[in-house]
Structures are given as structure tokens and as C-alpha cells.
């Protein structure tokens, strides 16, 4: 079976996502649409398609003939252009965060439910070796029963996007938190099997337009049993590392520390013992499992790995966090978590 593939934004990052496409073997890319002449002229250089300004004509014009749309666009910008493939029978894949807004969300999963359709959010780190071992351990019980996390994650980020869209709360929702904050919060919800409950937030915009840090503090849930846990991002970190991030999950029986590229699991009484990690760690290969995994999907040969629930509960996590911070109060996430 050919997956008839569509994109819909023609930046840096979908180029790099249309090259694993152009990779697959049975995957045409079809058409494109971005609102830059230079992403439009480069996608239609390199893969002998056309481009459109518009989306909407785009899939006027080819909706038809298409399986599926990768959608790569600012952040505000999803729910209205994914809804548009999902209302045409179109599969989607969308680069994180899902939306927004979480009513936007809860749409966009209910619809694709209700059609029968693949929706899946871009988070990569479920398919990065480390991470799936830190799910194994955790999910294998040798930790016991896990009753706190805490994790952190720092890049070198205001400074570059102070002039770009990302710095934009009307194309980005928001700062760090929305951007590569969505990923920790993906990571620790995933990772330790939980779903959030409340939370409390302190930000700091650096008299900037968007949050530079963030500090949460939440409840979270795991089999009927309370974790609390603690998350710290910030846009101002320095360059080297890029990105620098660290996880440690506590248990009745043990401790599991991701920080500095090094795993330890010391368990209860024990001295701490490194996990070997094994398994390709690139943005290359990431790239390509989890664009794999989505056109195994599309084609009914598996559930996808990162349905669109899991960007629902990030959002719901992260607009709770955002009116805990504007109120002072501890808000409640639980009513969101339904489509």
C-alpha cells in the first residue's frame, strides 16, 4: 500500500521529516503548503511537487488523492489546519504541542476517535532508547511502588527566538513551557505511567512576551496512588550542552537517575549501579521511528505508538499551568483529560 502523503508548513524541521518520507519505501509525497515563497520553491526543487500558499487550496486540490498530512506550522496554528485534514478522512501527524487550547483538543482527539482516524503528536523521546529503558525499569517494579519524580530541562532559547514566532504568544500559546517544555512534560507523564491531577506553577518571562522558567509542582496519579513531583525549564541556559536535562524517579524500593547522558538505579540498600544504554540516539534516527511508526499506523499495522491522548494530557497539564501561575491557586487537571 502507497501512502499518499501532503505537508503543510515547508520549514527547516518538516524538510527533515519530508527527507525520512522520501526515505520509505511506498510513502509519494504529493503536495506541500506554506505561506514562504523560499519553503515553497525548495519543497517543490526537491521533491518534484507542487506548493501552495494556502493549505486550503492545497486540499481542494488534492484531498482526494491523499492519506495523510505531516503538518509542521506555529503553534496556534494546528488545530484549525489539522481539523481540516481529519473533516477530509485524512490521517495527521503534528509536531508537538497537539493545540493550544485545551477544548481544541479534546475536538481534535473526539473527531479523529469518531472517524476512525490516526492522530499522532510528534514526541520522539518514546521512541529514544534511554527513555524506553527508564519505562521498562519503572513499569519491570523494580523501584516498588514510585511515590515522587522530579526532573529539569535547560536550553539555550530565548536568545536565539527572541525575534521569531516562538517568542510570539499568538503563534506560540506560550514560551518554553509550550515549546521544548512540552516535551519534559510528555517524558514525565509517559515514562512513570502517570496522568496529572493538579498542579501549581511560579514563571518568569525575563520581561519578555512569553515564560523563560517555569517551576511546577504536582500531583500526579499512578494505579490509584498519588506521585508528587516536581519540574523546572528554562529558555535561558547556555550553549553547551544544548539541551541539558535531567529525570530522577523515587520508589518504594528504589531510585532511577537520568542526568548528564548517565542512567544509575540504586535499589534499597544497594550501592548505585550504571545502566548500560545501548541504541542509536541521533535526531536522524529518532526522526525516522517515529515518522515509521506513523505510517505503520496509517497503514493498520500497528496503533500508533503517540496517539493524539497523550498531547491531550500535556496540554490539559500545561493551560493548567498557565492559570495556576495568572491566579496564585492550585488547579485541578482531571476534567480535561476526556475527549
Known sequence: MTIKLAAIGLGQLCMHELDSYDRMEGVEIVAGADVAATGRERFEAEFDAP???DYREMLDEHAAELDAVNIVTPHTLHYEQAMACLERDLHVFLEKPLVTAVDDAQDLVATANRRELVLVVGYQRHYHPVYRRIKEIVDGG???EIHA????MG???IRQFTDAWRA???LSGGGQLYDSGSHLLDTLLWTTGTKPVSVAAIMDYQGH???VNSALALRLERDGRPVTASLVVTADGVQDPATYEGLVVWGTEGRLAFDRGRLTLTERGG???EIPLEGATDFKTLVDRKLSDFVGAVRGEHSPTVP???GLAVVALTEAAYEAYETGSVVDVTGDLRP
Do not use: F, I, K, M
Request: proline share 8%; charged share 25%.
Open 51 to 53: 506548493a501552495y500558499e
Open 142 to 144: 523494580r523501584l516498588g
Open 149 to 152: 519524580v522530579n526532573c529539569y
Open 155 to 157: 536550553q539555550h532559547w
Open 168 to 170: 510570539d504568544p499568538a
Open 209 to 211: 512576551e512569553v515564560d
Open 271 to 273: 550501592e548505585p549501579t
Open 308 to 310: 493524539g491522548s497523550y
